[in-house]
């Protein structure tokens, strides 16, 4: 099960593995406190297109049409993700919008290439 929560919430046990997806480390969050597993910084959307978007819901399909597209350009980078999707995983994110951000649309990517993959079982791990 792929979850999503913003970084300022407290960890839980039921997080599974933790994956930070920003490219940029969150404001007044200590590695300690974040307790994540991995920090996927390149997994987050470039920064040109995260300023273009920039939380704007009237942008949103557009957004996740061109985040999809960098994220096949570099599949590769969301191995830890696609090799721990049989056990839960939590996505954080930093975005105040819990709506229209990169975790939300990269939880919709990864359920797509799941879906296209068939059950999570068989997805390849390396």
């Not at 991995?38 to 942008?59: Q, V």
């Amino acid at each position: 099960m792929i979850k999503i929560k913003r970084i300022y919430d407290e960890p839980s046990d039921d997080d599974g593995y933790r994956a930070l997806v920003d490219r940029l480390w969150p404001r007044g969050v200590s590695k300690e406190k974040a307790q994540i597993d991995t920090w996927l910084k390149d997994a987050g959307p470039s920064d040109e297109l995260r300023k273009w978007f920039n939380h704007d819901p009237e942008k949103w399909f557009d957004f996740k049409e061109r985040y999809f597209a960098e994220l096949e350009q570099q599949r590769d980078t969301l191995e830890p993700l696609i090799e721990n999707m049989a056990k839960d995983i939590t996505l954080l994110y930093s975005a105040k919008d819990q709506q229209y951000n990169n975790a939300v649309a990269l939880k919709e990517f990864l359920e797509k290439l799941t879906e296209a993959k068939g059950e999570t079982d068989s997805l390849p791990c390396r």
